[in-house]
């Protein structure tokens, strides 16, 4: 199974909602990341996780909680957005490599949840 | 800002052309790798190549790596109109950990 899941695929909320955005991975992948995606732009790396513990937060806003459960298993919680951060939020994942603490190897993307805020 | 420039940003050939983009960088990296994206999906891999290495091969894809000039190019010979896609190269930073910077991105359009 080569494949990274992402549920749901759209989602729409208020900005007092809140909602969990969720990845799956079976390649045994010990490196899971979130990125935010605008129209037009490149993805931008808000989170990653090796071996289930945080490794990087890009200084991204508390209104985003992520959160890894196992190493197949990687939430993004959503709380008190506002508009502008409705975008595409992309999951990935990596093997660690040979040096444990590094991953120098390509990611596996999955397909995305857009994401509306209004 | 680490992000780099793509060029060109948008690219328009006709199907059977040779399509080829470049990417350039500021800070000193492990490897580069070059993504597809379809319109508003999820990103698919398409070659690594790692800071000691000058050129790659896959299919139709030819990518090089000049480490001194800090640019890469990523060649696709005899398009088709599924290449149709934005291209974005990724920077993997010498700096250990897992971060990876995407470039803006070329936008490639193949007409059939």
């Known amino acids: 199974d080569t494949e990274v899941t992402q549920t749901p695929k759209h989602l729409v909320m208020g900005m007092t909602n809140k909602k969990s955005l969720k990845c799956e991975q079976h390649?045994?992948?010990?490196?899971m990341y979130w990125y935010k995606q605008k129209a037009k732009k490149p993805p931008e790396l808000m989170f990653v996780?090796?071996?289930?513990?945080?490794?990087i937060n890009e200084s991204v806003p508390s209104r985003f909680s992520p959160e890894c459960p196992n190493s197949s298993l990687l939430n993004l919680h959503l709380h008190a957005l506002q508009p502008e951060d409705s975008a595409l939020y992309l999951c990935a994942s990596s093997h660690p490599g040979m040096r444990r603490g590094s991953s120098y190897n390509e990611q596996f993307f999955g397909p995305g949840t857009r994401l509306t805020v209004l | 800002s680490q992000q780099g420039e793509e060029d060109p940003q948008a690219l328009s050939i006709q199907e059977g052309e040779n399509a080829t983009m470049n990417c350039s960088y500021k800070t000193s990296i492990n490897n580069l790798q070059w993504y597809r994206q379809n319109s508003g999906r999820g990103l698919v891999h398409l070659i690594l190549?790692?800071?000691?290495?000058r050129e790659k091969h896959s299919g139709r894809l030819r990518v090089t790596l000049d480490t001194s000039k800090k640019s890469s190019s990523l060649l696709i010979t005899a398009s088709r109109a599924a290449d149709t896609a934005s291209y974005f190269c990724a920077r993997a930073l010498d700096t250990g950990g897992f971060k990876t910077i995407f470039g803006a991105g070329t936008r490639l359009f193949v007409k059939a």
């Open positions: 996780y090796s071996y289930e513990k945080l490794s």
């Open positions: 190549i790692r800071s000691n290495e």
């Open positions: 390649m045994g992948h010990r490196a």
